[in-house]
């Protein structure tokens, strides 16, 4: 029964916790509407490898992080870097060329590849879960024994996937909606990173 409640468990917050608008579901979206649903798919994939990795690795970590808070600390410090290099990235990609779905399909960027890459950058990953792990832990819902935490870390990979292959499902549907997003998807990306990034030295200072 442990085991069955970690895997909801895992799937529950790995999927709220993607359901709004972040570097890595906007991206999903970009993909779809540049490329199509394999190369969608192949992206969600190459998240959900690193997720498992993440997840694991906030399990192992977790005890060990809630003795030590410079260890989160650490990790921010780090996201606050790369999210700000991100926002510059996505900023200086928006100028070079708008974003159309009759533009001719990208062949030269691995969608597999971007998904693992901006995976691993994503470096609140680990805070995110190792909290939730602590929170679960907390009202004895969480067992840190191989078999759940297999079950909860296959659960987390299973909901990030299916996340991002929601925004990939309903790509033309979320552009009817927004408009211009589509058109200038590098723009919003930059201002998704660039603002977790503000958040995360809000946090981090005050």
């Known amino acids: 029964m442990i085991m069955f409640s970690n895997f909801l468990f895992g799937f529950f917050f790995s999927f709220v916790g993607s359901i709004t608008p972040s570097m890595l579901n906007i991206?999903?979206?970009?993909i779809r509407l540049e490329k199509g649903k394999k190369a969608t798919n192949k992206y969600a994939i190459?998240?959900?490898?690193?997720?498992?990795?993440q997840v694991y690795i906030a399990v192992l970590l977790t005890e060990y992080i809630t003795e030590n808070p410079a260890v989160i600390e650490t990790l921010e410090k780090a996201g606050i870097i790369i999210f700000l290099l991100l926002s510059y990235y996505f900023y200086k990609e928006s100028k070079k060329s708008k974003i159309?779905?009759?533009?001719?399909?990208?062949?030269?960027?691995?969608?597999?590849?971007?998904?693992?890459?901006?995976?691993?950058?994503?470096?609140?990953?680990?805070?995110f879960f190792?909290?939730?792990?602590?929170?679960?832990?907390?009202?004895?819902?969480?067992?840190?024994?191989?078999?759940?935490?297999?079950?909860?870390?296959?659960?987390s990979a299973i909901g990030t996937f299916f996340i991002l292959f929601l925004y990939g499902a309903f790509a033309k549907v979320i552009q009817k909606k927004t408009g211009k997003l589509t058109k200038d998807i590098n723009i919003i990306l930059s201002i998704l990173t660039?603002?977790?990034?503000v958040f995360a030295v809000i946090k981090l200072f005050f």
């Open 130 to 155: 190792s909290g939730t792990i602590i929170t679960l832990e907390t009202f004895n819902l969480f067992s840190f024994n191989f078999i759940p935490v297999l079950f909860f870390t296959l659960g």
């Open 46 to 53: 190459g998240v959900s490898i690193v997720v498992l990795l």
């Open 194 to 197: 660039g603002l977790v990034a």
């Open 100 to 127: 159309y779905i009759e533009t001719s399909k990208a062949k030269s960027e691995n969608p597999l590849l971007t998904g693992l890459t901006l995976s691993i950058l994503n470096m609140f990953a680990i805070p």
């Open 27 to 30: 991206t999903a979206l970009k």
